[in-house]
Protein backbone atom coordinates (compact mmCIF):
# COMPACT_ATOMS: atom_id res chain seq x y z
CA UNK A 1 0.00 0.00 0.00
CA UNK A 2 1.76 3.33 -0.83
CA UNK A 3 -0.45 5.57 1.14
CA UNK A 4 -1.91 7.34 -1.73
CA UNK A 5 -5.96 7.29 -2.27
CA UNK A 6 -7.97 7.66 -5.11
CA UNK A 7 -11.37 7.18 -5.45
CA UNK A 8 -13.36 5.64 -7.32
CA UNK A 9 -11.71 2.79 -7.88
CA UNK A 10 -14.27 2.23 -11.17
CA UNK A 11 -16.79 4.37 -12.77
CA UNK A 12 -18.98 4.29 -16.64
CA UNK A 13 -20.19 7.10 -17.50
CA UNK A 14 -21.61 8.14 -21.06
CA UNK A 15 -20.13 10.19 -23.78
CA UNK A 16 -20.68 14.26 -22.78
CA UNK A 17 -20.78 13.53 -19.38
CA UNK A 18 -18.40 14.67 -16.60
CA UNK A 19 -16.61 13.30 -13.40
CA UNK A 20 -14.68 13.95 -10.59
CA UNK A 21 -11.48 11.66 -9.46
CA UNK A 22 -10.33 12.04 -6.36
CA UNK A 23 -7.03 11.72 -4.67
CA UNK A 24 -5.29 12.25 -1.30
CA UNK A 25 -1.63 11.96 -1.15
CA UNK A 26 0.11 10.08 1.21
CA UNK A 27 0.74 12.41 4.66
CA UNK A 28 3.30 14.86 4.26
CA UNK A 29 3.72 15.17 0.94
CA UNK A 30 3.46 18.34 -1.23
CA UNK A 31 3.33 17.66 -4.22
CA UNK A 32 0.43 15.58 -6.43
CA UNK A 33 0.57 14.48 -9.85
CA UNK A 34 -1.78 13.03 -12.36
CA UNK A 35 -1.30 10.47 -15.07
CA UNK A 36 -3.56 8.81 -18.00
CA UNK A 37 -2.79 5.46 -18.95
CA UNK A 38 -4.17 3.98 -21.92
CA UNK A 39 -2.91 1.14 -24.06
CA UNK A 40 -1.75 2.31 -26.88
CA UNK A 41 -0.31 5.65 -25.14
CA UNK A 42 1.19 4.14 -22.14
CA UNK A 43 1.77 6.42 -19.04
CA UNK A 44 1.11 10.31 -19.67
CA UNK A 45 1.64 12.77 -17.57
CA UNK A 46 -1.01 15.43 -17.14
CA UNK A 47 -0.89 17.92 -14.20
CA UNK A 48 1.27 18.34 -11.39
CA UNK A 49 0.39 20.57 -8.05
CA UNK A 50 2.74 21.16 -5.21
CA UNK A 51 0.90 23.18 -2.01
CA UNK A 52 -1.85 24.02 -3.65
CA UNK A 53 -0.19 25.66 -6.71
CA UNK A 54 -0.39 24.08 -10.35
CA UNK A 55 3.88 23.98 -11.30
CA UNK A 56 3.35 22.00 -14.51
CA UNK A 57 1.18 21.02 -17.15
CA UNK A 58 1.82 18.22 -19.54
CA UNK A 59 -0.57 16.60 -21.82
CA UNK A 60 -3.82 17.62 -20.22
CA UNK A 61 -7.17 18.42 -22.50
CA UNK A 62 -8.62 21.48 -22.18
CA UNK A 63 -11.77 19.65 -21.40
CA UNK A 64 -9.92 18.35 -17.99
CA UNK A 65 -8.89 20.47 -15.38
CA UNK A 66 -7.48 19.40 -11.43
CA UNK A 67 -7.31 21.65 -8.43
CA UNK A 68 -5.82 21.12 -4.98
CA UNK A 69 -7.18 22.03 -2.09
CA UNK A 70 -5.66 22.82 1.26
CA UNK A 71 -5.50 19.98 2.77
CA UNK A 72 -3.95 18.47 -0.21
CA UNK A 73 -6.00 16.15 -1.38
CA UNK A 74 -6.59 16.64 -5.68
CA UNK A 75 -9.35 16.50 -7.90
CA UNK A 76 -9.11 15.99 -11.40
CA UNK A 77 -12.51 17.01 -13.45
CA UNK A 78 -13.02 15.29 -16.76
CA UNK A 79 -16.00 16.87 -18.45
CA UNK A 80 -17.81 16.48 -22.05
CA UNK A 81 -16.40 13.12 -22.22
CA UNK A 82 -15.61 11.07 -25.30
CA UNK A 83 -14.86 7.33 -25.83
CA UNK A 84 -11.43 7.73 -26.19
CA UNK A 85 -11.19 9.17 -22.62
CA UNK A 86 -11.53 5.80 -20.98
CA UNK A 87 -8.26 4.59 -19.41
CA UNK A 88 -7.07 4.64 -16.05
CA UNK A 89 -5.67 7.54 -14.29
CA UNK A 90 -3.21 7.46 -11.57
CA UNK A 91 -2.29 9.60 -8.73
CA UNK A 92 1.13 10.01 -7.22
CA UNK A 93 2.35 12.26 -4.80
CA UNK A 94 5.90 12.77 -3.42
CA UNK A 95 7.38 14.99 -1.10
CA UNK A 96 8.81 17.85 -2.31
CA UNK A 97 8.24 19.77 -5.77
CA UNK A 98 11.41 18.86 -7.84
CA UNK A 99 11.37 15.13 -6.42
CA UNK A 100 10.49 12.14 -8.71
CA UNK A 101 10.24 9.60 -6.62
CA UNK A 102 6.70 9.38 -6.98
CA UNK A 103 4.42 7.30 -4.93
CA UNK A 104 0.97 5.89 -7.24
CA UNK A 105 -2.09 5.37 -6.13
CA UNK A 106 -4.45 2.24 -7.51
CA UNK A 107 -6.15 4.01 -10.16
CA UNK A 108 -9.63 4.85 -11.67
CA UNK A 109 -10.71 2.51 -14.30
CA UNK A 110 -13.21 5.66 -16.67
CA UNK A 111 -14.98 3.67 -18.91
CA UNK A 112 -16.69 5.97 -21.49
CA UNK A 113 -20.36 4.13 -22.81
CA UNK B 1 10.23 16.02 -27.27
CA UNK B 2 11.02 13.93 -24.84
CA UNK B 3 10.91 10.22 -25.42
CA UNK B 4 11.71 7.17 -23.71
CA UNK B 5 11.76 4.00 -25.32
CA UNK B 6 12.01 0.53 -24.05
CA UNK B 7 12.86 -2.80 -25.05
CA UNK B 8 12.09 -5.41 -25.70
CA UNK B 9 8.02 -4.77 -25.43
CA UNK B 10 7.19 -8.30 -23.78
CA UNK B 11 9.88 -11.34 -22.88
CA UNK B 12 8.66 -14.70 -22.08
CA UNK B 13 11.53 -17.22 -19.98
CA UNK B 14 11.51 -19.57 -17.20
CA UNK B 15 11.86 -19.30 -14.05
CA UNK B 16 15.44 -19.42 -12.70
CA UNK B 17 16.85 -17.88 -16.01
CA UNK B 18 17.88 -13.89 -15.91
CA UNK B 19 16.82 -11.24 -17.66
CA UNK B 20 17.88 -7.72 -18.85
CA UNK B 21 15.44 -4.96 -19.47
CA UNK B 22 16.85 -1.83 -21.81
CA UNK B 23 15.45 2.05 -21.83
CA UNK B 24 16.95 4.90 -24.00
CA UNK B 25 16.08 8.20 -23.26
CA UNK B 26 16.68 11.48 -25.18
CA UNK B 27 15.12 14.08 -22.45
CA UNK B 28 16.28 18.00 -22.28
CA UNK B 29 17.47 18.73 -19.22
CA UNK B 30 17.72 14.65 -17.87
CA UNK B 31 17.76 14.62 -13.94
CA UNK B 32 17.29 10.72 -12.94
CA UNK B 33 15.87 7.84 -14.63
CA UNK B 34 13.47 6.07 -12.91
CA UNK B 35 12.26 1.85 -12.83
CA UNK B 36 8.69 0.67 -11.80
CA UNK B 37 7.10 -2.40 -11.57
CA UNK B 38 3.32 -2.31 -12.67
CA UNK B 39 1.65 -5.69 -11.71
CA UNK B 40 -1.77 -5.06 -11.54
CA UNK B 41 -2.52 -1.51 -10.65
CA UNK B 42 -0.17 1.11 -9.40
CA UNK B 43 3.44 1.42 -10.58
CA UNK B 44 6.07 0.84 -7.75
CA UNK B 45 8.93 2.14 -7.15
CA UNK B 46 12.14 -0.25 -7.64
CA UNK B 47 15.30 2.21 -8.46
CA UNK B 48 16.36 6.01 -9.29
CA UNK B 49 19.42 6.41 -10.72
CA UNK B 50 21.22 10.01 -11.10
CA UNK B 51 24.79 8.57 -11.74
CA UNK B 52 26.31 7.18 -14.53
CA UNK B 53 27.95 3.79 -14.20
CA UNK B 54 26.67 3.17 -10.12
CA UNK B 55 24.79 0.07 -9.95
CA UNK B 56 21.50 0.38 -7.51
CA UNK B 57 20.73 -3.23 -6.23
CA UNK B 58 18.10 -4.90 -4.29
CA UNK B 59 18.05 -8.27 -3.78
CA UNK B 60 17.73 -9.92 -7.13
CA UNK B 61 17.02 -6.91 -8.98
CA UNK B 62 19.93 -4.41 -9.80
CA UNK B 63 19.91 -1.46 -12.87
CA UNK B 64 22.43 0.61 -13.93
CA UNK B 65 22.75 3.66 -15.72
CA UNK B 66 24.63 5.07 -18.72
CA UNK B 67 24.30 9.13 -19.02
CA UNK B 68 26.97 9.22 -22.22
CA UNK B 69 24.92 6.50 -24.30
CA UNK B 70 21.65 7.75 -22.81
CA UNK B 71 20.45 4.30 -21.32
CA UNK B 72 19.90 2.15 -18.57
CA UNK B 73 19.28 -1.45 -18.16
CA UNK B 74 17.61 -3.49 -15.43
CA UNK B 75 18.37 -6.95 -14.42
CA UNK B 76 16.58 -9.64 -12.91
CA UNK B 77 18.48 -12.87 -12.16
CA UNK B 78 16.74 -16.22 -10.81
CA UNK B 79 13.52 -15.03 -11.91
CA UNK B 80 10.57 -16.19 -10.24
CA UNK B 81 6.73 -15.78 -11.17
CA UNK B 82 6.47 -13.11 -8.86
CA UNK B 83 8.46 -11.00 -10.91
CA UNK B 84 5.64 -11.28 -14.02
CA UNK B 85 4.91 -7.70 -14.30
CA UNK B 86 5.53 -4.54 -16.60
CA UNK B 87 8.44 -3.18 -15.89
CA UNK B 88 8.48 0.77 -16.88
CA UNK B 89 11.09 3.05 -17.43
CA UNK B 90 11.01 6.56 -16.53
CA UNK B 91 13.24 9.32 -17.09
CA UNK B 92 12.75 12.91 -14.99
CA UNK B 93 13.91 16.47 -16.46
CA UNK B 94 13.00 18.50 -13.22
CA UNK B 95 12.51 20.91 -16.02
CA UNK B 96 9.35 23.33 -16.75
CA UNK B 97 7.67 20.32 -17.61
CA UNK B 98 7.92 18.43 -14.12
CA UNK B 99 6.73 14.96 -14.19
CA UNK B 100 8.08 11.81 -15.42
CA UNK B 101 8.20 10.89 -18.81
CA UNK B 102 7.62 6.95 -19.01
CA UNK B 103 8.21 4.19 -22.06
CA UNK B 104 5.66 1.65 -23.08
CA UNK B 105 7.03 -0.80 -20.72
CA UNK B 106 8.13 -4.38 -20.97
CA UNK B 107 5.76 -6.92 -20.25
CA UNK B 108 7.92 -9.61 -18.62
CA UNK B 109 6.03 -12.97 -17.75
CA UNK B 110 7.60 -15.82 -16.32
CA UNK B 111 6.57 -19.44 -16.56
CA UNK B 112 7.24 -21.78 -14.16
Known amino acids: DSGVTQTPKHLITATGQRVTLRCSPR?????VYWYQQSLDQGLQFLIQ???????AKGNILERFSAQQFPDLHSELNLSSLELGDSALYFCASSVGGQGPEAFFGQGTRLTVV | EDKVVQSPLSLVVHEGDTVTLNCSYEVTNFRSLLWYKQEKKAPTFLFMLTSSGIEKKSGRLSSILDKKELFSILNITATQTGDSAVYLCAAYSGGGADGLTFGKGTHLIIQP
Open chain 1, 27 to 31: SGDLS
Open chain 1, 49 to 55: YYNGEER
